[in-house]
């Protein structure tokens, strides 16, 4: 069975930081590409971050020079450093794991609140 599962999240004061991390089972057999999103109520989730298995990365311009996507040895494991929060930071998490364009899996969502 797929898992992808999530943990990291948290309340923060604006300018502090926090790593959100995302575990892929062993059952995805190979991992193309990893994501973060995130969603706020009443809106769609919208693109942050993408880290190809090349070892490319993309940013959403909202969020580049302050969130890092990583990953580990075993690259089955992925990583989202997030510096500088901003409250406009607040919402759910999601990170996304691609086997292929047509075959992905979603975590299950980590909640992240920045105060003011």
């Known amino acids: 069975q797929v898992q992808l599962v999530e943990s990291g999240g948290g309340t923060v004061q604006a300018g502090g930081s926090l790593r959100l991390s995302c575990a892929a089972s062993?059952?995805?057999?190979?991992?193309?590409?990893m994501g973060w999103y995130r969603q706020t109520p009443g809106k769609t989730r919208e693109w942050l971050s993408t880290?190809?298995?090349?070892?490319?990365?993309e940013y959403k311009y909202s969020v580049k020079g302050r969130f890092t996507i990583s990953t580990d040895n075993t690259k089955r494991t992925a990583y989202l450093q997030m510096n500088s929060l901003k409250p406009e930071d607040t919402g759910t998490y999601y990170c996304?794991?691609?086997?292929?364009?047509?075959?992905?899996?979603w975590g299950q969502g980590t909640q992240v609140t920045v105060s003011s």
């Open positions: 996304r794991i691609e086997e292929n364009e047509a075959v992905w899996y």
């Open positions: 880290l190809t298995s090349g070892g490319d990365t």
């Open positions: 062993e059952s995805i057999s190979k991992i193309n590409k």
